[in-house]
C-alpha cells in the first residue's frame, strides 16, 4: 500500500479542497476515502520520465491557455447572440472523432468542449465519437476538427 502513497495522498488533497475542512476527523476521512479508493481502483503506477516534464508542463500551459481563449471567445459570441436583435444561429449535433490514445485524454477533451459557452458534449460513443450540440454549425464545422487536433496532440505530451 505505500507505493500508493503518492495517488492516496493527491486523493486526500482534492477531498480537503473539495470540502474545505480541515480538521482531524474530516482530514482522517479523507485519508480513509483516498484508501478505499485506491484499493478499489488499483491505479496503474508509472515511473515518470523526467526528460518528458518540462515538455509536459509546456504542453499543459498551452492547453488551459487555449481554454482559457476558448471559453472567453465562446462567451462573446454567445452574449452577441444573445443580444443582437435577430437571433442568428443554426444550431446543431456534430460528430467530432476523439482520436485519443486513452479514455482519459477523450474525457478531458469532452470537458473542455463542454465548458466552452455554445457548445456541449451530448454522448461519447464506443469508438470515441464525441456528438456535441454547437449553436451555430457553419463557425464550428470550419473549426472542430483544427481543435480537436490541437486538443489531442496537446493531451498526447500531457499524459504520456
Not at 526528460?51 to 481563449?69: E, H, K, N, S, T
Not at 470537458?111 to 469508438?127: F, K, N, Q, R, Y
Amino acid at each position: 500500500m505505500m507505493r500508493y502513497f503518492p495517488f492516496i495522498f493527491l486523493l486526500t488533497l482534492i477531498y480537503l479542497l473539495l470540502t474545505a475542512n480541515f480538521e482531524w476527523l474530516n482530514i482522517f476521512t479523507g485519508v480513509l476515502i483516498a484508501m478505499v479508493l485506491t484499493w478499489l481502483l488499483r491505479p496503474r503506477l508509472k515511473t515518470p520520465s523526467w526528460r518528458r516534464v518540462p515538455a509536459a508542463i509546456l504542453a499543459l500551459i498551452q492547453y488551459v491557455g487555449i481554454l482559457v481563449l476558448d471559453i472567453i471567445n465562446g462567451g462573446i459570441i454567445v452574449a452577441r447572440s444573445v443580444w443582437s436583435k435577430k437571433i442568428d444561429i443554426d444550431p446543431a449535433i456534430v460528430a467530432i472523432p476523439s482520436g485519443c490514445d486513452s479514455e482519459f485524454a477523450t474525457a478531458l477533451s469532452a470537458h473542455a468542449i463542454s465548458v466552452s459557452p455554445g457548445e456541449l458534449m451530448v454522448e461519447l460513443d464506443e469508438d470515441g465519437v464525441m456528438y456535441t450540440h454547437v449553436l451555430d454549425v457553419t463557425h464550428s464545422s470550419e473549426y472542430k476538427e483544427q481543435a480537436q487536433q490541437m486538443r489531442r496532440e496537446l493531451l498526447s505530451k500531457i499524459i504520456k
